[in-house]
């Protein structure tokens, strides 16, 4: 066993290890130890909503929290930054039972929607957990991040995916803009059709 391999953190010693075990961390892009001692990321989805399934066969969630940046440390039981993608504002519901009890009501966490409006940005608050809810419309979360942020592309492309990860959320945590403050069925109310992904799309 390597030295990295003994002081590298395990998921399952982190918050993000219920997630894990209940099988919510798909499409993983990165899922591992980053540059921070004890700090382990991952960038991926988080399924919100399984479909049945039937025998053996493995069917895609019905909808999840898409392009998810995160960390978080060893030995914490909670996740200190969240960022993530929702098709539609009426998943945060589901987004703050299936979180329940990971998030810590001093964390950060932005849920980028597409069908809120282009100039919108609330705060909404579930269980007293507050969002940030931004709009996000043919771009993607971590360009939306980076520019939110102020951060050149110049400033990481030197850094691996995990050192990138970690500068991004790091200038991140903490943030606290003052949103206009709304609840749920404020939003629910506001929001605009969802728009089909597949529209425009070649066959």
Known sequence: MTTLETIAPAIESTALGRLDTEG??????????????????????IALKFQAQVADEKRPPDFSIEQVLTVVQEGESTIPI????????????????????????GGTYFMFCNNIDLLAKYRVTLRGITYFVLPCDESTVWKEMMDLMGIDKNDVKKLNTAGKLDHLLDAAIGFAENYDAISLEEGLARMEPVKNRNENRPV
Do not use: Q
Not at 82 to 105: I, K, N, Q
């Open 24 to 45: 919510r961390l798909l499409n993983a892009v990165f899922k591992g130890p980053t540059t921070k001692p004890g700090r382990f990321g991952f960038r991926g989805d």
């Open 82 to 105: 969240l960022v993530g993608y929702l098709h539609s504002f009426a998943y945060l519901e589901t987004v703050s039972g299936v979180l329940d009890g990971l998030l810590a009501p």
